[in-house]
C-alpha cells in the first residue's frame, strides 16, 4: 500500500519537474530564472538586512535582525538535511534534463527556497503584504524547478523549513530583542 503510495508521489514529483524544466522553457525565461534565483543567495539577504538596518528604522533593524536569525537557523537545518537524506540533483540522475548552471551539493531540501521562505515570511509578517513575499518566494523555488536544480518536492521541503524556521524566530521575537539588547548594552559599558 505505501509502496504505491510513495510510486505515485514520485511520479507527480517526476512529472512537475519535467513540466517546469522542459515544457515551458523558453529563451526569455532562460534569462530571467537565474535573476529570479537570486533572493535565495546569501549575498542577497546580506545586502536587504543591511539596507534595513541603515534605511529601516528601528524596525528595520529589528526586522534584519530576526532575517538573520532566521536564516542563519534556516541554513544549517537545510544543510543538516542535505548530509543526512544525499539526494542527488535532478540533472545529475535524469537523462534530457536541461540545467542552466552546475552547482555543488544536494538537492533536498533546496537551500534557496529554505532562504527564501525564511527570510520573505519574517518580512512579510513584520512589513504586512504577507502574501506578496510569500508570492516571491514561490517564483525563487520554481526557478530552481526550471533551471534543473531541484525537483519540485526539494523546494516544498525547503518552503515548509524556511517558514517553520521564521515562524520559531517570530514566535521568541521577544526574547532574542532582548537577549541582543542586553549583550549589545554589556559591551557598551
Not at 530583542?177 to 549583550?183: A, D, F, G, Q, S
Amino acid at each position: 500500500m505505501f509502496e504505491a503510495f510513495w510510486a505515485n508521489l514520485y511520479h507527480m514529483d517526476l512529472n512537475l519537474f519535467y513540466f517546469f524544466n522542459l515544457h515551458i522553457h523558453n529563451p526569455s525565461l532562460d534569462v530571467l530564472m537565474p535573476l529570479i534565483t537570486m533572493p535565495g543567495t546569501h549575498i542577497f539577504w546580506i545586502i536587504i538586512c543591511i539596507g534595513l538596518y541603515i534605511f529601516g528604522g528601528q524596525k528595520g533593524k529589528q526586522t534584519a535582525f530576526l532575517c538573520i536569525i532566521a536564516l542563519f537557523i534556516a541554513f544549517f537545518a537545510s544543510e543538516i538535511l542535505k548530509f543526512i537524506l544525499a539526494r542527488p540533483r535532478p540533472y545529475e540522475v535524469l537523462s534530457g534534463t536541461r540545467h542552466l548552471m552546475d552547482v555543488m551539493g544536494y538537492s533536498l531540501p533546496s537551500g534557496h527556497s529554505t532562504a527564501a521562505f525564511a527570510a520573505f515570511t519574517v518580512i512579510g509578517v513584520k512589513y504586512g503584504y504577507l502574501y506578496i513575499f510569500l508570492g516571491l518566494a514561490i517564483m525563487v523555488a520554481i526557478s530552481r524547478i526550471y533551471m534543473g536544480l531541484h525537483y519540485p518536492s526539494d523546494v516544498l521541503a525547503g518552503a515548509l523549513l524556511g517558514i517553520f524556521c521564521s515562524l520559531i524566530v517570530l514566535k521568541y521575537e521577544g526574547k532574542l530583542i532582548r537577549t541582543k539588547n542586553k549583550i549589545l548594552n554589556k559591551n557598551s559599558q
